[in-house]
């Protein structure tokens, strides 16, 4: 199987996808709860957010309640964050023969990029500790846009083909969760997962049997060639 002719680029999720790495999820995760409660969110949407781990209900609530909170809380938030993240960014490398594939799809025209709910400069940081930061034409990150526009918004996907120059039906994407198959559900991307975290049947029983999945980045070379 090949490529179709018209994709012109190859987004990656990083944590997971491209980067072997360790975070504290459940930790990352509880930052944003302890900020609602802080703030005094009503314990119905925390208790929401909980079950679906969307924030919107809650920054809504902060708008129109507590304006000036909200208006920081991206980035008290969003600081917190990287700090969990560069716990064990030190760990991070990238996956087998993930290196030579982006190298390849360089040689062949292809363009390439980072699209990740991860902070930049946690991204940048670890890219650039195993020299991959250079293999990618462009790095969007959680903190480049408004959190309202991370994945799995639409608005992601066109952040990053906005940065590479291509249409969202000139991109494949590849990554290891649901968010990100829902971030190319939304905008219309043609998505790949990688088995990194769930098996072939643990992608079909999240997702349905018709999602297209390879063991590892590096195997998307059975589409290339």
């Known amino acids: 199987m090949t490529l179709d002719p018209k994709i012109r680029a190859i987004g990656?999720?990083?944590d997971g996808t491209v980067m072997n790495t360790k975070v504290n999820y459940?930790?990352?995760g509880r930052i944003f709860m302890d900020e609602f409660e802080c703030q005094g969110v009503p314990g119905d949407i925390i208790e929401r957010?909980?079950?679906t781990g969307s924030l919107d209900e809650g920054l809504e609530w902060l708008e129109a309640n507590k304006p000036?909170?909200?208006a920081n809380f991206?980035?008290?938030a969003g600081d917190?964050?990287?700090e969990v993240e560069m716990e064990f960014a030190d760990q991070a490398g990238p996956y087998p023969g993930t290196r030579e594939l982006l190298e390849d799809l360089r040689r062949r025209g292809y363009k390439t990029a980072i699209l990740t709910r991860g902070g930049?400069?946690?991204a940048d940081y670890i890219l650039s500790r195993s020299d991959m930061l250079g293999l990618f034409d462009a790095v969007i990150a959680r903190d480049d846009y408004p959190y309202k526009e991370a994945k799995p918004s639409k608005i992601a996907m066109e952040h990053m083909c906005g940065a590479l120059g291509v249409g969202l039906d000139e991109?494949?994407?590849l990554g290891d969760g649901t968010t990100d198959y829902y971030t190319c559900v939304n905008s219309g991307t043609r998505f790949i997962g990688v088995e990194t975290h769930m098996s072939r049947e643990g992608w079909e029983k999240a997702v349905g049997p018709s999602v297209e999945t390879i063991p590892l980045v590096a195997d998307l070379r059975r589409y290339i060639g």
Do not use: C, G, N
Request: avoid cysteine; hydrophobic fraction near 40%.
């Open 26 to 28: 459940e930790k990352l």
């Open 120 to 122: 930049h400069s946690y």
């Open 80 to 82: 917190r964050a990287t």
């Open 49 to 51: 957010h909980l079950k």
């Open 68 to 70: 000036e909170a909200f």
């Open 12 to 14: 990656f999720d990083m």
């Open 74 to 76: 991206e980035k008290r």
């Open 171 to 173: 991109v494949i994407f």
